[in-house]
């Protein structure tokens, strides 16, 4: 992982990622799937409002969707560890798109929109979901050389930026036009077409040719690697448990901007200034995506982080800015510092998924990937507790020192930390090298 000042890929670099017949599978399934994933849940809020006409019936949607994706997050790090992840993710895109189709079918069957049901599907969704990352992520590195490892990151990342950006017009459009109904269908068919594309993927990775490595690798029974636990490789690679608390504090800042900065940016600026700075924080994270694809320079983890720890606290000192800076200049610190956060935060996720790509071995990818996720995804709702209690109070100053304060000391030492990691060895890569067909 020691690459800093290494220069960046050549022109060809993205086309050499394509030419890798199983990870354009992977992509153009990606790319079937992330159609509908920016508009469910815009299309979900606005069917429980205008069918339920209950904050509580959203609430409790939601909650089935994250408790069942917490609750899986261990079972899912094991799966993608010790089971055959083509099938792990396969399994998790049969499961969503049964728990969509089988929600369109019942509320056309019983013509009306029952909670315990909708509940029942989002918690099949979620835990689904949690199934699908750490395989998902764990694949890429066998799929992919590793030259082409961020650019491979990058193209599936500019898939979901894409979809969550244009996603809420979409599901306006959609909702008028063919109903929620048609949505989920169109959503389940959208799995149904990666698991075709994943089961071709799979085919290549296990063609004949490759018997005896697959054998060597993954044994009878499918099982990568030997038996650890993310908690094991943490203790064993120290910059793993830095850099996780690194990312927990970037998701609780996160956190913390999308509660404070509305209110912040209505009360001083009014409404349409707000739209302006969310649609700017939404397109930052494509631009940081597309950043990559257009031949960024590579990056090594350890200087991104201290480019993280400092754009973030950027953007909680933004905040702190705004109560006391006349309101146009507060508005426009802000949104600067949210659209320097968004694109840090998106090439940051991308650099830190190939450092973790090529310094863990499948098994314990998969592992972490699941932990790992499951610590940035409490941090943004923790967060936004912090900052509606924060705003309540006259404590913001104090608490934007705070967060900064860790912000960067955290950054430091994983910066620090990660210096001398090596790369792992890449025993358990098997990389589809055909060319395009």
Request: net charge positive; proline share 4%; hydrophobic share 55%.
């Amino acid at each position: 992982m020691s690459h800093q000042g290494s220069p960046g890929p050549p022109a060809g670099a993205l086309r050499n990622v394509f030419r890798h017949s199983a990870f354009r599978s992977v992509y153009l399934g990606a790319v079937c799937s992330a159609l509908t994933d920016g508009l469910i849940p815009v299309a979900f809020s606005l069917e429980i409002v205008r069918a339920l006409n209950s904050p509580g019936a959203l609430t409790a949607v939601l909650l089935s969707l994250w408790v069942a994706r917490f609750t899986c997050v261990p079972i899912a790090g094991r799966l993608a560890a010790r089971r055959d992840t083509f099938l792990v993710m396969i399994g998790s895109d049969i499961a969503r798109s049964a728990a969509q189709i089988g929600l369109a079918v019942a509320i056309t069957v019983t013509s009306q929109h029952g909670l315990l049901v909708m509940c029942a599907s989002a918690a099949l969704y979620g835990a689904a979901s949690a199934c699908y990352g750490p395989a998902m992520w764990s694949i890429i590195p066998r799929i992919v050389d590793d030259a082409g490892l961020e650019k491979a990151n990058a193209v599936l990342a500019v898939n979901l930026d894409v979809s969550v950006l244009v996603g809420p017009a979409l599901a306006a459009i959609a909702m008028a036009t063919i109903g929620f109904t048609a949505i989920l269908i169109l959503d389940g068919l959208t799995f149904l077409a990666n698991v075709v594309a994943l089961a071709y993927a799979r085919r290549l990775v296990y063609s004949p040719r490759r018997e005896v490595a697959e054998s060597a690798e993954w044994g009878d029974s499918g099982i990568v690697g030997g038996e650890s636990s993310a908690w094991s490789s943490i203790r064993r690679h120290r910059w793993l448990g830095w850099s996780t608390a690194l990312w927990f504090l970037v998701s609780f800042t996160i956190g913390v901007v999308s509660v404070a900065g509305p209110v912040l940016t209505i009360r001083h600026s009014g409404n349409q200034s707000w739209a302006v700075l969310a649609t700017a924080m939404a397109a930052a994270s494509l631009i940081g995506s597309v950043s990559i694809l257009a031949g960024l320079r590579r990056l090594s983890w350890s200087p991104m982080s201290i480019l993280l720890g400092v754009a973030f606290s950027g953007e909680a000192a933004g905040l702190a800015g705004y109560t006391v800076l006349p309101s146009a200049v507060g508005m426009w610190i802000l949104c600067t510092a949210c659209i320097v956060a968004g694109i840090a935060n998106s090439i940051g996720g991308i650099v830190w998924q190939a450092s973790l790509q090529r310094s863990l071995e499948s098994a314990d990818l998969a592992r972490f990937v699941a932990v790992e996720g499951f610590v940035n995804s409490v941090g943004v709702p923790i967060g936004m507790g912090a900052g509606g209690f924060v705003l309540s109070t006259s404590s913001l100053w104090t608490f934007v020192a705070g967060v900064c304060g860790l912000l960067i000391g955290v950054a430091v030492i994983v910066a620090a930390s990660t210096i001398r990691v090596p790369d792992r060895a890449g025993s358990d890569r098997v990389c589809d090298s055909r060319p395009v067909d």
